[in-house]
């Protein structure tokens, strides 16, 4: 059973700051990664994947995964009060996502 | 791409009802097809995997003839809850990816049930 921990929050930061998210993960051959936005009563969306170490821009976000330390984080830059929501981190099994207990963000105007 | 319908968004019954919830995917076709509960403030919790033309994998703990799963089409998949209970007041979302599992699941906008 692959175990996803996340900080569950919550993480406050002002509006126009990074907000970093972080993840770990216990199986060590995992080779996908998903970050997904769920807000207040929604479904999740997905936000970013990661494959490779490394760092993955999109937009205010950035993805980085460090498979040797075995830890995949999010970054959101200029964050914005409509980025506040919780996030998931995921990672993929042989047959489904394993999903961490997310980390509410919460970011004040 | 990669939409993912889910129908009913709410539902409001009576105990001992029972709910059909629907899950589409609108532009790809997806073999496999995922059922997750959520409580509220709780995480995401994986009730079962949906296959399509065999019989769904239920998670341990997971009643497979209180929560039934049909999985008749690549497009489609269907979770009846049976005979509702107020216990089983949740939000229901459905998943489904677009190939192997490194592939990004998407998922539906969900299904809050009610049961008085």
């Known amino acids: 059973q692959k175990e996803v921990e996340q900080n569950s929050g919550p993480l406050s930061v002002p509006e126009g700051a990074i907000a970093s998210l972080n993840c770990t993960y216990s199986d060590r051959g995992s080779q996908s990664f998903f970050w997904y936005r769920q807000y207040s009563g929604k479904s999740p969306e997905l936000i970013m994947f990661i494959y490779s170490n490394g760092d993955k821009e999109d937009g205010r976000f950035t993805a980085q995964l460090n498979k040797a330390s075995q830890y995949v984080s999010l970054l959101i830059r200029d964050s914005q009060p409509s980025d506040s929501a919780t996030y998931l981190c995921?990672?993929?099994?042989?047959?489904?996502?394993?999903f961490g207990t997310g980390t509410r963000l919460t970011v004040i105007p | 791409g990669a939409v993912v319908s889910q129908h009913p968004s709410w539902v409001i019954c009576k105990s001992g009802t029972s709910v059909k919830i629907e899950c589409r995917s609108l532009d790809f076709q997806a073999t496999t097809m995922f059922w997750y509960r959520q409580f509220p403030k709780q995480s995401l919790m994986l009730m079962a995997t949906s296959n399509e033309g065999s019989k769904a994998t239920y998670e341990q703990g997971v009643e497979k003839d209180k929560f039934l799963i049909n999985h008749a089409s690549l497009t489609l998949s269907t979770l009846t809850v049976t005979s509702a209970h107020p216990e089983d007041s949740s939000f229901y979302i459905c998943?489904?990816?677009?190939?192997?599992?490194?592939?990004?699941?998407?998922f539906g906008d969900g299904t809050r049930l009610s049961i008085l």
């Open positions: 995921a990672v993929a099994g042989a047959n489904n996502l394993f």
């Open positions: 998943s489904a990816g677009q190939g192997w599992s490194n592939q990004p699941q998407h």
